[in-house]
């Protein structure tokens, strides 16, 4: 299993985030009503669990990092939903070398996984095996997170006799002892008794598990929901690159619903994956294992130039899908066959090889295939590689005969995507994947990878357009020491000032700096070795206030990367888009206009009125929790949360409950980065004390209902905290409204490999002037599309874009209580930058704050910016803004 940064994607996080936002709101919604709120889909309960489960599916493609979202994933269904210290995790798998993978990472103390956990449960953790589980002891169930990795085959038969998981054990006795009459109902009795029987899966019941099933699309059958009921989850959580979509009575499966959909471009953009992927197909298997071995050869030498610029070791490794054996057939391609070829014919030493195939297990001999002293160069398989085997290091995918289907191809694609340290690299190529492939038709092969990508690998069908690309013969050699690629002069214009390249110069990184060279007498910008991406983005940047300097950098790039030259729009290349932000004046330094500027940390919250939470807190006893009862609409329902709760706050025999103890209690289940603890438990403290005061409640009968009370007290502190950044922003604008501004400095560069977005543009209307190929996050129609149409129509935008909602490179304006994402960006004819946000006109008053943050952004650049903000179909504002 590849190392997994610890640090967070955008994607993962904005996932994880989802999760947390749905979660808390169950409660006060139910699992339907809820999820229809945050997904806008209806909810389809998981079949035979009670219908109010939360069910739910995050979908992650290949290489997205599934299981560190689902580790994340614990702490926040502990804290937003069941709130409790102590969940039981029943984390399913879809095979024993995943499950000894998973255990693996779960366990170490040092790996991002385990540290996930750590940082919600510190070391109060247990990962068991089923096995394990069979002697868990008590404190171990009740201690902490306790998690046990299992296969759902484990568990999963028409017939439980025979199965230990369902057996009596003696071991597991204590689990049972001090019951109360209403706990001990819940559980399957030994037969003729009423005495519970001391089964694991009793023990499972006991704790109402959180579920979560990695590759849900292996466990999407009735019997699989039929064994996830008798454990009675508090939860299904489900992560997987293709969930179920659409129901298929005749297999017996149900959709997932699908909380959040991660897309390839969010991906591409976290540096997460190799993309595009360069195609070469030809007829001759002799030329396609010829072509694949030559490209391995120039990618090492490479990946050893970037070792000695970045430090950073790869050993680029190619992947031979040879085929099956055959009685019939003796000349068929097989494993054999294909490495004989490989040391007889192109002398490679056969230690470089590993066979994984039937028969061949030789990658469970190599413990560290990204070791330095590691030999492999070249892996042959058939079809399937070992269950879970992850390489970032394979770059090349080689097949020897014609692919015959998606799932042919799906099996070991996702093996070639990954990227190492999930880190892009200073030279393009060892950012993308190579395919070779036996057949006389590209087109075809082609195809059969799209579908590959979206079969297997989870991608939407319209990202994997642009994702097969033909490879071009050219060699990736290191050019000559000391050789200069050179760009066309820097425009001379009567505003052109020498001091801006200067500046410019020195404000790039050492590494690129040394390589970049200016002569001030030709205006010629120079580069030794072809120019990154990332590099190019970095010089767009840098020369942001040197007139004319982005089309000559972008230029230059493409001349130093002739594979790009494939790549460059038939129209011409585009100019760069760099859109200025918002900058505010402290100490001299123009910085980006942010929290900081308007609030100060940490916040006293122990200064605020608690009457707030005593005027919002009440008791609305009820019989019995979870008592059926009937909604104000005449719905029937049941308590689901609150008996949930009731029955995992059971398990713990509590001590009395303290003043001190309860406000700890409340404390502990509510985030609060921006307030000290000292400063939120006086708040919780005074709070309590005068809900006590008010109402006359007792401390027990506030401990009684705490759920209730955190949840309240969290509304509370919420509501403050908004109302003192709203005083506080509003403060700075009366005070300080001349110390606004935009710079070059503060821009924001939209690059095609950073550009994020959730779901893919589906509609009819083609768009010409959208900046990228792919439109993210736009419906077909409506008022949006509306405005989105409008703009491509009109005379005096040059490109537009629709910039997506919260992601980390799209351009935005600070509110009081967040970020402002205007809707569509767009770069006009005369160069100046508009923004634009619609609005329904049912929205037009509470969209001031907006409003005025836009127009203070488009004042404070001096005439190079626009802002306009369309209200309920009046899209001649944009013209007004423009023509202003």
Known sequence: MAAVNFELRGYQTDALDTLRTYLGKVPA????????????????????????????????????????????????????????????????????????????ALRNLDHPYRAALAADFGRNISVLTVAEALSLSRPDATGGACIIVSTIQAFRVDDTAGRKVYQDS????????GLTDAQTARLDKVEGTHRPIASLANVLRLHRPMVIVDEAH?????????????????????????????????????????????????LKAAEMIKLPIRLETETDWKKVVGGALDCREALEKVAKAEEADTGEYIRPIILFQAQSKSKTDPHRLTPEAVVDYLVTDKGINRDQIAIHATGFKELDDVKDIEAKDCPIRYVVTVQKLREGWDCPFAYVLCSVAELSSPTAVEQILGRVLRMPKARRKTRDELNRAYAFVAS?????????????????AGFDRLETEDLIKPHERLAFVEEQVGYVHESDPLPETPTAKPADVILAMDRLPASLKARVKFDPVTRVLGIERPMGRDERNTMLLS????????????????????????????????????????????????????TDHFLSLPWNLAECDPM????????????????????????????????????????????????????????????HRDITKPAARMFILNAIEAVMAKRGYSLDEIARYKYEARRKMADVISTLRKERETGSYGALFDAEADKFATSA?????????????NEPYRGARRFHKHYFPIIGDLKPSGEEFNCAVYLEEHSKVAYWLRNVDRKQNSFWLQLPNGKFYPDFVALLTDGRKMAV?????????????????????ADASGGDCVFAMPVNNDLKAIDEAINA
């Open 170 to 177: 003696g071991a597991l006795m204590d689990h049972f002892s």
């Open 745 to 757: 400095d503060l821009s924001i560069l939209f690059d095609e490999q950073s550009y994020d977005y």
């Open 218 to 266: 292996n466990a999407r059958t009735d019997l699989s929901f039929d064994t996830l009921q008798r454990f009675d989850p508090s939860l299904i959580l489900e992560l997987t690159a293709t969930p179920q979509l659409k129901a298929d009575p005749r297999k017996g499966t149900v959709p997932s619903n699908v909380l959040y959909h991660v897309s390839a471009a969010s």
């Open 612 to 671: 707030a939470f005593a005027d919002a807190f009440t008791i609305t006893d009820t019989a019995h929790a979870g008592e059926l009862d009937i909604s104000e609409d005449g719905r029937t329902f049941i308590d689901f949360v609150g008996t949930l709760q009731a029955q995992l706050s059971m398990i713990i025999h509590e001590p009395a409950w303290t003043l001190p103890r309860l406000v700890n209690w409340i404390d502990r289940g509510i985030p």
């Open 440 to 456: 006389n038709s590209f087109n075809d092969v082609a195809m059969k990878l799209k579908d590959g990508l979206v079969q297997g």
């Open 29 to 104: 919604m139910g699992a339907d009503t809820a999820f229809y709120d945050v997904a806008k889909r209806p909810f389809i309960p998981a079949p035979l669990v009670t219908p109010e489960t939360p069910y739910v599916c995050v979908r992650i493609p290949t290489g997205g990092g599934k299981t560190i979202v689902a580790a994340h994933a614990v702490g926040i269904a502990a804290q937003s939903f069941l709130q409790v210290n102590n969940p039981m995790v029943l984390w399913l798998v879809p095979s024993t070398a995943i499950l000894d993978q998973t255990l693996n």
């Open 543 to 594: 020369f942001a206030k040197v007139e004319g300097a982005g089309k000559v950098i972008d230029r230059l790039f493409l001349k130093s990367n002739a594979i790009q030259a494939s790549e460059t729009p038939t129209d011409g290349v585009k100019p760069p888009f760099l859109m200025p932000r918002l900058g505010f004046m402290r100490q001299g330094e123009l910085e980006l206009f942010g």
């Open 837 to 857: 946000e619609y609005k329904g006109g049912h929205l037009e008053e509470q969209a001031k704050p907006k409003r005025d943050i836009g127009q203070l952004w």
